[in-house]
C-alpha cells in the first residue's frame, strides 16, 4: 500500500535518514516509511505528514535509543512533547519479557 506523502514528511523523512550510517539507511528508509504510512492510516488519513513521519520513525528506533530523538525533534523545529508517549513506548519491542 502507496499513500500520498506531504513534501515536508518527504523531506523529514530524508532529514532522519541522513543520521543513519549509509549501510543501512535504505533498510531504515523503508522500515520508517512503512511505519508512517501506518501511523497515517490509524488515524484514517490517506496522507502521510511529518507527525506520522516522526512517530513512524520513533518506533522503529530501539527503546535505548529513543532519548536521543528528543534534540533530533527539537533541530527539526517540532515539540518533543507531541511525542512523549511514543518516545517512552517499547511497544513493538518486548519479545517475552514484561516488568512490573
Known amino acids: 500500500m502507496s499513500m500520498a506523502w506531504e513534501e515536508s514528511a518527504e523531506g523529514v523523512l530524508a532529514t532522519l535518514c541522513r543520521m543513519v550510517p549509509e ?3 535504505e533498510l531504515a528508509k523503508s522500515a520508517a516509511r512503512d511505519e508512517s504510512e501506518l ?6 488519513s490517506a496522507t502521510v505528514g ?16 529513543r532519548n536521543s530523538l528528543v534534540a533530533v525533534i527539537e533541530d527539526l ?3 518533543p ?6 518516545l517512552e513506548s517499547g511497544e513493538g519491542w518486548e519479545e517475552d519479557e514484561q516488568t512490573e
Open 77 to 79: 523545529g517540532l515539540e
Open 23 to 25: 549501510t543501512l539507511r
Open 39 to 44: 501511523v497515517a492510516s490509524e488515524r484514517d
Open 50 to 65: 511529518i507527525d506520522d513521519v516522526v512517530r513512524g520513525w520513533i518506533r522503529t528506533t530501539p527503546p535505548e535509543q
Open 81 to 86: 512533547e507531541r511525542y512523549a508517549e511514543e
